[in-house]
């Protein structure tokens, strides 16, 4: 059995050779690139994501990443983002963008993302989750901690998506608290993703990341 292909997309972000090294670690067979036909016959893509939204949002666009997601997600082709890239998937940022210009978000789920809401800003370490019993995700991992890195997050959300290819899918919402609780995973359909860095979460990382791979 060939083991799953997963492309690491590869927009401008930071840390993306530790995302690499996570996932052939997990027994993906793992290419970095931004190439159109790569990025669409890969069983899995994750979008990683360092630093500033709006930044990010700017390298996706340059590399063509919000057609290339949306492109796999009508075809219920799996996609996983982390941290920034996990932001990315909802409509907008209140982030400051500094000298970038101000970006949408990819609008796949609705919400925007908030500074958090608490006395210490970043959050910075390992924190547990609240994940529902039938995640695949974090089968195995519920009760584990993860690592984060982060000022900005979804500090609340129920809402289903409206339209599109992922309506179909209710969303299973993993939550964490800093000062007050956000959303710290979201699987929904072929689009998962994590506002910690699983490959920065040791051993209950790698788990979640095998768990993700051997479901493509």
Same mark, same amino acid.
């Given at each position: 059995?060939?083991?799953? #292909? ?6 401008? %972000?930071?840390?993306?050779? %530790?995302?690499? #090294? ?17 990025? $669409? ?18 390298? &996706? ?114 939550? %964490? ?13 072929? $689009? ?8 920065? %979460? ?13 479901? &493509?």
């Amino acid at each position: 059995m060939t083991n799953p #292909r997963v492309v690491v997309l590869d927009y401008g %972000s930071g840390n993306v050779h %530790s995302a690499v #090294r996570a996932l052939a670690h997990v027994g993906a067979q793992v290419e970095l690139t931004a190439d159109r036909g790569a990025v $669409l016959a890969a069983d899995g893509l994750l979008v990683p994501g360092v630093g500033n939204f709006h930044a990010c949002m700017g390298g &996706l666009r340059a590399a063509d990443g919000p057609a290339l997601i949306d492109t796999r997600l009508a075809g219920g082709r799996p996609v996983l983002g982390v941290c920034v890239g996990m932001q990315v998937m909802f409509d907008g940022s209140q982030e400051p963008s500094g000298s970038q210009p101000q970006e949408p978000g990819l609008s796949q789920w609705p919400g925007t993302v908030a500074r958090l809401s608490a006395p210490v800003v970043p959050h910075m370490g390992w924190s547990e989750v609240a994940a529902p019993e039938d995640s695949v995700l974090f089968a195995g991992v519920g009760a584990e901690r993860f690592y984060f890195v982060h000022s900005y997050g979804v500090g609340s959300w129920d809402l289903p998506p409206a339209d599109g290819a992922l309506a179909a899918a209710q969303p299973r919402v993993t939550w %964490s608290e800093h000062g007050s609780p956000f959303v710290a995973a979201v699987e929904n359909g072929p $689009l998962s993703a994590t506002q910690f860095h699983p490959e920065k %979460s040791g051993d209950a990382g790698l788990h979640l990341l095998k768990n993700w791979v051997m479901s &493509l």
